[in-house]
């Protein structure tokens, strides 16, 4: 049984609407972070998505300490929009069981994308950061869809205990819902893993470009990425809203 609360008004001085929103299902509950989440939320990526996703599956690299004040920083800036996501367990003191962190973004975000990537270390996460932008511009969903912003979904994680039970598609439309209350007329998630990819076009998202791994390399030439198949493409996927 799924309980839904939603609560919308306008704010004085601000067109845009908040959307609160509480989703209870199996004892799980899925509900909008916080900042106060943050420090719980960051620990529960180290476990359960840095070496997990597929461009980090095997590797030897720190990969959650790396640009860690930078990232941090966007993590934060990306909760204060109110449009993360976090799902707790209910039966267990209310520990973090998924995640979702997003946010609204436009045009010009592109180049900003770009710049850091370029500035980051050659370390491996400084090379997915490359990777994602090269992707990102490729595709130039603003372009290819006509819009002047969208909601993208950077980081989707469920707990490896809980995986297989539907968590991250319930994340998904849950995410879909809040960008429809703030008006946003499209979502995108580019997914490097294969069953993400496979979990969102069930939901309706449509692959409307994609990356081989295998193409992307470093200045010598070897390819950065080799995740196990069938991890073989970054895809972007699309909804509109």
Not at 143 to 162: M, N
Request: glycine share 8%.
């Amino acid at each position: 049984m799924q309980q839904f609360v939603a609560n919308t008004h306008s704010q004085i001085g601000n067109p845009s609407l908040r959307f609160e929103a509480i989703k209870t299902k199996d004892g799980i509950t899925i509900r909008i972070m916080n900042k106060m989440d943050y420090p719980k939320v960051k620990l529960f990526m180290r476990d359960n998505f840095y070496y997990d996703e597929p461009m980090g599956m095997g590797v030897h690299e720190p990969l959650h300490l790396q640009n860690e004040a930078e990232e941090d920083g966007n993590h934060l800036h990306m909760i204060g929009q109110e449009l993360c996501l976090v799902a707790t367990d209910d039966t267990n003191k209310g520990r973090i069981v998924g995640i979702v962190l997003a946010e609204r973004q436009v045009p010009g975000n592109m180049e900003d994308h770009r710049i850091y990537a370029e500035s980051s270390e050659h370390h491996l996460w400084g090379q997915n950061l490359r990777f994602l932008s090269k992707v990102e511009r490729d595709a130039n969903l603003f372009k290819r869809f006509g819009v002047s912003e969208l909601l993208y979904s950077y980081i989707t994680a469920v707990d490896a205990k809980v995986r297989g039970k539907g968590l991250g598609s319930r994340l998904a439309a849950s995410l879909m819902d809040l960008g429809r209350s703030q008006g946003l007329p499209l979502m995108a998630a580019y997914c490097t893993s294969y069953y993400s990819a496979r979990q969102k076009a069930a939901l309706g998202m449509v692959c409307v470009h994609s990356y081989p791994f295998v193409d992307f390399k470093d200045k010598q030439g070897h390819v950065v990425f080799n995740p196990p198949p069938p991890h073989t493409h970054v895809q972007v996927m699309v909804i509109r809203l």
